[in-house]
C-alpha cells in the first residue's frame, strides 16, 4: 500500500509506549490452542474487556467533577470582583470541597481497577531489547517462565496485602486527613486494589496459556506435567507467608524471613539493581518485575511487614496522587484533538503558505509539530500523521529522504517536552517539584530545539538546493498579485491578537472597565475579521495595528528610559511588516488583493490548538489552575470542538477514551510499581552509598553531572523514558541533589536537571533500535528505506545534543521562565 493511501483511521497512533497491543478481539483464541486451555483464556478475557470498558467510562465523571469546579471556582471570583458575591454564593458558585478528592479516587480507581484489561490489551511495556531477537519457542517459554516464577506470586502477595490494607480502612472508617480539607471515607477508592490486584492474577492465567500454545506441543506437555507440583509449591508458599502455622514448615519460613542476612543492606541493594537490569532486558513487563523483585529483596533486606507496608502505601499514594491525575485527562485531549483532523488542515495549509520557499516541507513538518505538541503531547500521532500527510508529497517532490524522515521524526518527537508533556507530569512527583515550574522551564528548551530543527534544514537547504526544492507549480496554492502582502499582514494580525490577548489575560484592561479583557478581546477579534474580509476596513485598521504595538514598545522601556534589545528587534520588525503590507493603499490593489483562500483553511487548522493551548496550558503556566483542571479543560475544550468539526460520535469517543486508558494503565501502573520498588531500593540505603562513593572520588561535580546525563544518554538507546524516568532518576537522584553546580539551590537544581533528563530522553525516539518513531514512520511510508529513515534520526540527534549542550552550559535558559512567572 502506498503511504498516501494509508488510512489514518486504522494505525493505533496513540500506542506510542505500547510495544505489542494485542491484535485478537477479546476472547478469540487460536484453534489448536489445547481445547481445554480455550474457553478460560476467552472467559477471563471478556472478564477484563468489560472491566476495562466500565472503567474508561469513568473519565466522563473525572472531567465533569473537574470542569465544574473550574467554571464555579472563577465564575465566583468574576462575579466577586463586580460586587456581586452574594448572588454568586447564593447560585452555588464558589470553591468546593469535594471535588478535589473526589477527582483524585476517580483518577486512581482508573489505572489500578484496569491494570488486568492493559495486560489482556498486551499493553503492559517492555524492554524487549534482547527478546525480540529470540525464537517464538524461546519468548514464548521465557515468558511462560516468568509468568510462574514472578508475576503470579507476586500478583497474590499484592491482591491479599492490598484486601487487608481495604478491610483496615473499611473495619475503622478511615478517612482522608493529611491532605483533605472534605475528609471522605478512604476504603471505596481503596477496594481498586485488591479489585485490580485479583483481575490482573487471573489474567495472568490466560497469559501462561498463550505462552504454551506459542511454544509449541513438545514443551507445553512439559509444563503441564509440571503444573500440578508447581500449584502445590505456590499453595504452600502463600500458606507459608501469611499463615505459617498452618502448613508444615511454615514456622521454619518465618524464622527464614526473620533471619537477619550476612552481607549489608546496601550490597543487597547493589543485588536487588543488577536482578533488576537482568530480568528487564530480558523483556518481561518491567511493572511485574519491579512489584516482584521488591518484594524478595525487601524481605531479604529488611522484613515481611515492612515491605507489605511500604508496596500499599506508595500504591495508594500513586492512586491519590493530584498531579498524576492529569495523565489521563492530557491523554485523552490529545487523542480526541487528533481524531478530529485538525492536524491534516493546519499542514496542508502551511505547505501551501510556503509552496514558493526551498524546504517548504521542512517548514511545514516543524511548525505543525511544534503547535500539536503543545495541543496534544503525543508523540506516536505525531510521528504517523505527519508521515501520512508529508511522505508521499516529499517523495513526489524529489525531497532528500534522510532529512525528510529525520525532520518528521524529530518534530514528533517536541511532543515529549513541550507542555503539556506527559514525561513532565510523571517527572514532578519524582524530582519532587512542581509540575508548574517544570512546564515552565521546558518552554525556552522547546522553542530551541524547534528553532535548531529549523535552522538545520533550512541551512542544510540554502547549502544544497535539492535536499528541498521548491514545490511543482501543481502544488502551489492560487494567490493574488500580493502575495508577500498577504503573508506580512496576515502575520501582523496574528501577533496583534496574540499581544491583546496576553495583556487581557493579565487584566491589563480590567481595570479600566468590568470584564475589560474580555470585551477588549472580542472586539480584537471582530475587528481582525471585518479587515481580513474587506480591504478598505484593512487601509484604516494597519496604521492603527501598527501604531498599537508601537506604543506598547515605548511603554515597555526599561527604568533607565533604554529600549531592551527585544524591544527594538520587535519594533523593527512591526515596522517591516507595515512596509511590506503597503500595496494595499496602491491602486493595484482594487481586485488585485485579497487573502486567498488557503487562508481561512490555516485559521481552520490553527486556531482550535492555539485556543486549547492558550486556555489549557496558558492557565497552568499563569498560576489559574493546576495541571489536572488544565488538562480536563483541554480534554472538554477538545470534545466541543470535535462537536464543532463534525467530527464526534459516540463509537469514536468511545474509541478514545479506551485508547486513553491503555496508555494511562501503562504509565500509572509502572509509576505505582517504581515508586513501590525506588522505596525498598531506598531503605536498604544503596542510594546513600553510592552518592558518598561518587562525591569521594576527586572529581568536579560537573563532571559527575555530565557522566549521569551520559548514563541517561545510553540508556535511552535500549529503554523508553517510563522506566528511565521512573526506575534510573530515582536512583540517580541522591547523587544529583548533592552536587554543588553553579550555586543552585536544591529546587532550581531539580527543575534544571528534570529538562536536561527530558531534553536527554528525546534520544529514546531518535536512537536505534528501539526508536518507535521509525516504525511509525515506516510504517505509513513503506517505500521509504529504515536505513535511510535511521541516518536521518541520527542527524537530528545530533542537533539535539546540541541543545542539550546549550541547556547545561547555561542553565538560566531553564530557569529563567519559571522565576519570572513566580514573581522572583
Known sequence: MAADEVNPEELEIADELIAERRAEAPGETPEDMTPWQRPITAAIDVINYRAGQLIALLMVPLIIVVVFEVLSRNSFAI?????????????????TLWVYDTSRMIAGVLFMAAAGYGLMRGVHIRADFLYRNWTDKTQATVDALLYLMFFIPSMIFFTVVSCEFWWLAYSRSETMQIDSAWGPLLWPARLAMPVGGFLLLLQGIPEIFRAFHKMGKERERW???????????????????????????????????????????????LIMLGAMLFVIFIGFPISF?????????????????LTTLLMTLNTNSTMLNDQLMAVPLFVLMGIVMEAAGLMERLFASIQMIMARVRGALFIAVLIVSTIFAAATGIVGASVTLLGIMAGATMSRSGYNVQLAAGTITAGGTLGILIPPSIMLIVMGPVLEVSTLDLFRGAFIPGALLASLYLLYTLGRCWLNPE?????????????????????????????????????????????????????????????????????????????????????????????????????????????????????????AAEGGFYFSALWDEFFAGLMPPTILISFALGSILLGLATPAEAAAMGAFGAI?????????????????????????????????????????????????????????????????????????????????????????VPILLPTVEALDVYGLDRYDMMVWFGILVAVNLQTAWLSPPVALSAYFLKGVVPNWDLKDIYLGMMQFMLVQLLGLILLFIFPQLVLWLPAVMSGN
Not at 507440583?229 to 498452618?246: E, R
Request: proline share 6%; charged share 10%; hydrophobic share 60%.
Open 79 to 95: 462575579l466577586q470582583n463586580a460586587g456581586f458575591a452574594d448572588f454568586a454564593r447564593s447560585i452555588g458558585l464558589g470553591p
Open 223 to 269: 509444563f503441564v506435567r509440571a503444573l500440578p507440583i508447581y500449584l502445590i509449591g505456590l499453595a504452600w508458599l502463600v500458606m507459608a507467608v501469611f499463615l505459617p502455622d498452618w502448613v508444615p514448615g511454615g514456622a521454619w519460613f518465618s524464622d527464614l524471613m526473620a533471619a537477619r542476612p550476612e552481607l549489608s543492606k546496601p550490597t543487597i541493594g
Open 289 to 305: 518485575t519491579l512489584i516482584f523483585l521488591a518484594f524478595v529483596f525487601g524481605i531479604w533486606g529488611a522484613n515481611f511487614k
Open 467 to 587: 535536499l528541498g526544492p521548491i514545490l511543482p507549480e501543481e502544488d502551489q496554492p492560487d494567490t493574488s498579485n500580493f502575495y508577500g502582502a498577504e503573508v506580512a499582514l496576515i502575520c501582523l494580525g496574528v501577533l496583534t491578537v496574540c499581544r491583546v490577548f496576553g495583556h487581557s489575560m493579565g487584566g491589563t484592561f480590567g481595570g479600566v472597565i468590568p470584564f475589560g479583557g474580555l470585551i477588549v478581546l472580542v472586539a480584537t477579534l471582530f475587528i481582525a475579521y471585518q479587515a481580513y474580509r474587506k480591504l478598505n476596513i484593512l487601509r484604516i485598521v494597519l496604521p492603527i495595528a501598527v501604531l498599537f504595538h508601537l506604543y506598547m514598545v515605548v511603554a515597555n522601556m526599561s527604568d533607565g528610559g533604554g529600549l531592551p534589545i527585544w524591544s527594538t528587534v520587535l519594533a523593527a520588525f512591526i515596522l517591516l511588516l507595515a512596509f511590506l503590507g503597503r500595496p494595499i493603499y496602491s491602486s
Open 640 to 728: 466541543l470542538l470535535s462537536l464543532a468539526y463534525r467530527k464526534f460520535t459516540i463509537p469514536s469517543f468511545f474509541d478514545s477514551l479506551i485508547k486513553a486508558l491503555e496508555i494511562t494503565v501503562l504509565i500509572m501502573f509502572l509509576v505505582a510499581a517504581s515508586n513501590f520498588f525506588g522505596a525498598q531500593f531506598s531503605a536498604l540505603g544503596t542510594p546513600k552509598m553510592m552518592t558518598e562513593l561518587l562525591l569521594g572520588l576527586d572529581m568536579s561535580p560537573y563532571l559527575i553531572l555530565i557522566l549521569v546525563m551520559s548514563l541517561i544518554f545510553l540508556l535511552g538507546w535500549p529503554l523508553e523514558w517510563v522506566p528511565i524516568v521512573l526506575i534510573v
